[in-house]
Structure formats: C-alpha cells, structure tokens
C-alpha cells in the first residue's frame, strides 16, 4: 500500500515567508482569472490577446517545476506547509484558499464567500464542493495537527440548498474510540443551518504501530 | 426559499459553439497555470514577470462580464449548456472539467486524470475531490438531464487512498420511490476500488407540484 509521506525541506521559516511572499500573490491573480473566465464576455479578438498573454506566463512558470504535486513539506523549525491543498493550499488557485481557525475547545470554524467558480445548480454553492470544504475542516478537526488521520467515512445532509454568497463552516469532534475519531460539522449561510456532516477519520493503524 | 433558475438565452447552436470555441481554450490555458502555479521554481523576477502579463490579461476579460456567477443556459433549440459549474464547466478552470458518459443503461462512467490541484495527503487525491466528483456524477445520473433533482444526502465510505494519477468513476441508480433516487458509485484506481458512495437525491417538490 502507498502511503502518504512528508518531504523535509530544510529551508529556514524567512525562506518558506520569502517563498509565499513571491507564489502566493501569484495564485491570487490567477484565482482572479478562473473567475473572470467564467464571467467574461469580452470579444474573440480581446480573448486572443489574453490567451496570448497568458500563454507568455505559462512558458515563464514552466520553464522550471516540480516533477509532480506539491505534498506536504516541513522544515527543522517545525514549520509545515501545504501549498497544494485543493482546499488550503496558498498555490492552488483551485483553492479559496480557505482559513480554519479555532477556539481554545479544538472546535473549528471558517468562513469563506463562494462565486461563479463553485457554482453547481444555478445560483447555488455545488453540493460537492460543500463536501470538499467539510472534508476538509472536518480532516483538520479530527487531526488537530498533531496526529495524522484519513478520512473513513463522510456522510452530508443537505437541508436546502446554499445560494452563492458568504458562507460560514463549523466543525467539532463529537467523540472518540481508538483509531477512530468521529466529527460533526454544518455549512449555513445568514439564515441559518444548509447542510449538516458528519464523519469517521481514521488513525491508520501502521502510525498507531510506529507509535505504539 | 431561492430556487435554482435556468436563464433563457436566445442564440442558436452554431453560436453556442462558436462562443465554446473562444471560451474553452482560454479555460484550458487557465487550467494550466493552476498547475503550473503550485508547481513552479520560477525565479522571482520571472514570476514577477509572468505577474504583470497575467494582471493584462486579466484586465481585457474584466472590461466585459456578467454581474454574476454564468448559471445554466438554454436556448429555443433545447440545447443546455452550464459552462460555470464546478466538475464540468467547460469554462470552469477549476473543473477538470469530467466528461460524464452514459451506456445505454443509463449507468454512467467518467475517466480523469488528477494531478497537483487535487491534492490532499501527500500524493493522493483530496477527499473531498473525491466527493466533489461524486456528487456531480451521481447527480447527473439521478436526473438523467431529463428531471431536477437535488442533492439529499451523500455517504462516501473510503477504503483507501486514492494516488494522484487516473481514476474511473461509475454510478448508478439502485432504486427509487416516489420523490427520492436512491444512487450507488465507486471511485477507482488501476488496483480497484478506493472509495464507494450512495446517495439520495430529491425531486423537489415544487417540481413535482408543477408536473402534477
């Protein structure tokens, strides 16, 4: 079985900042085209100039990369970093990227204004990508960043639909058996609850293993 | 209670196509940048430099766009198109976009290749993406694009962690009854399944109200 596994990079923590300093203003602009390419309705001739310009940068980017994904790194300071994340991730344009933050109990909350770009029924949030943000926050919340967990299982009651606009996610753990940590979480907008989650995240038994 | 609007846009399909046709690659070239993006060891000043052509190119789309997210579509030859949604938008560049096929069971497959943008762990598909996946194609086999449904409840049970790389993705109806659609799929890799789903999905009722 492949597992996950952590790269070191042993660059110091004013690097890894330099470093966000130069990409992640980057991924921004480039969250900012994903928008205006849905929405745009500007003239084949103006579209043509763009994609030029923008087959400019691509040559640019790619004149040096990675051989694949980004994983996840960490350095000798401690420090983690998951520029990647399809949820987080400073450099995935794909990414909101969503900030999680906590309360001093471990519950977890975030919130986030989603757009043309998480559309699914019209004028909606897409039900998966509510699934993808929960994964996510719920991940976060079962792992607390001190113990690697998978998702087992993930169930989501959708109660009515989520109209495109903010957002607010919440997530705690409702309780706990060995290798299995069981979370629960909602998405709801102003008016109140839109979907309700809850899940079953794994301790992989070879951590347990390693630990034990 | 907002519902889901389709927008009535009067152009013919030779139109619809011609706008694909300027759209699409556009889309595909800002997918690209995603990738490259998380994936880059640009130098600084040449991100800096690919920065400003993204920021022009971005001005030109900008000149001209909706108010909003794009919406589904129709036109009076009955064509639909939703070039904004979140798996298959084709001017989406957050959507890979899935290609969902039918057989003539009304079981349906798609075939993607995930990469940088769908990471979760280190070198495996997000969970999430998984369920963001899931859901599109286990809607579209609940409605057949022939009803509305909407998401009620999805369940994904993960057996194992996806690799970044090809996937295949089935759905399929194992029953219904009255307002609800009961659907099962998998997610799989070359080795076999890694993550199975079911869901429910609800014609709502105003629609039933209106057909009845």
Known sequence: VQLPEFVHQDIPNVEVERLEGVYGPLAQTVRELVDATIRTTAP?????????????????LRASELPGAAGVRYNSEGRFWDWGNAVVGLRNATALPLKIVADESGRRHAEAVLGAAQEGPPGFVHGGVQALLLDQIMGVTASNYN????????????????????????????????????????VADAQGVTAEATGVFIIPSWVSAAAG
Do not use: D, H, N
Request: proline share 4%; no cysteine; glycine share 8%.
């Open 44 to 60: 084949a001739e103006e579209v043509a100039l763009a994609q030029a310009e923008l087959e400019s940068a691509l040559r640019r």
């Open 147 to 186: 113990r690697l967990t998978m998702t087992g299982t993930l169930t989501i009651r959708y109660r009515r639909g989520t109209p495109l606009g903010p957002v607010r996610l919440e997530a705690w753990i409702s309780g706990e058996s060995e290798r299995k940590v069981f979370v629960e979480a909602t």
